[in-house]
């Protein structure tokens, strides 16, 4: 697993009704699992996605509060997924999740917008830390 689970409640991200989408795109399905167990215990609403592909199609991915992107996946890259969704003048905040990071990528993700970079394995806790000033914009 690439990151530890909280098996305490957690406190929610917000106070709305209505939970926030938290969008994750990554390859490995127990990593989208995992990520969408933590979101649900945040008291947030969470959608997975096997490829930027996949998320790209999805005609609802406006949606989106806050995206949990792997930055190496198989076919388009997370990095090229966040050069595409700014080219389109998306404002979707994104949290780059990796395995492989290395500093280049790291700085160009952060100098194309990115919250944050997050290297496998992380804390729960790190994530959400990142994800709640997101969302509030």
Same mark, same amino acid.
């Given at each position: 697993?690439?990151?530890? *689970?909280?098996?305490? !409640?957690?406190?929610? *991200?917000?106070?709305?009704?209505?939970?926030?989408? /938290?969008? &994750?795109?990554?390859?490995?399905?127990?990593?989208? $699992?995992?990520? +969408?167990? @933590?979101?649900?215990? %945040?008291?947030?609403? %969470?959608?997975?996605? #096997?490829?930027?592909?996949?998320? @790209?199609?999805?005609?609802?991915?406006?949606?989106?509060?806050? @995206?949990?992107?792997? /930055?190496?996946?198989?076919?388009? $890259?997370? =990095?090229?997924?966040?050069? +595409? =969704? !700014?080219?389109? #003048?998306? =404002? &979707?905040? /994104?949290?780059? /999740?990796?395995?492989?990071?290395? $500093? !280049?990528?790291?700085?160009? %993700?952060?100098?194309? #917008?990115?919250?944050? *970079? =997050?290297? +496998?394995?992380?804390?729960?806790?790190?994530?959400?830390? !990142?994800?709640?000033? %997101?969302? &509030? #914009?």
């Amino acid at each position: 697993m690439f990151l530890l *689970v909280a098996s305490r !409640k957690l406190a929610p *991200v917000t106070n709305q009704t209505e939970p926030e989408l /938290i969008s &994750i795109v990554d390859d490995d399905r127990s990593v989208q $699992s995992a990520l +969408k167990d @933590l979101m649900e215990s %945040a008291g947030l609403s %969470a959608r997975c996605f #096997g490829s930027a592909e996949e998320f @790209l199609e999805w005609d609802q991915r406006n949606q989106t509060a806050c @995206l949990v992107l792997d /930055i190496r996946m198989p076919g388009m $890259s997370g =990095l090229e997924l966040q050069a +595409k =969704l !700014k080219a389109e #003048g998306s =404002l &979707i905040p /994104i949290i780059f /999740i990796t395995a492989h990071g290395d $500093s !280049k990528m790291r700085v160009q %993700a952060l100098k194309s #917008g990115a919250v944050e *970079v =997050l290297t +496998k394995p992380f804390d729960d806790e790190i994530l959400l830390e !990142k994800i709640r000033p %997101a969302l &509030i #914009g």
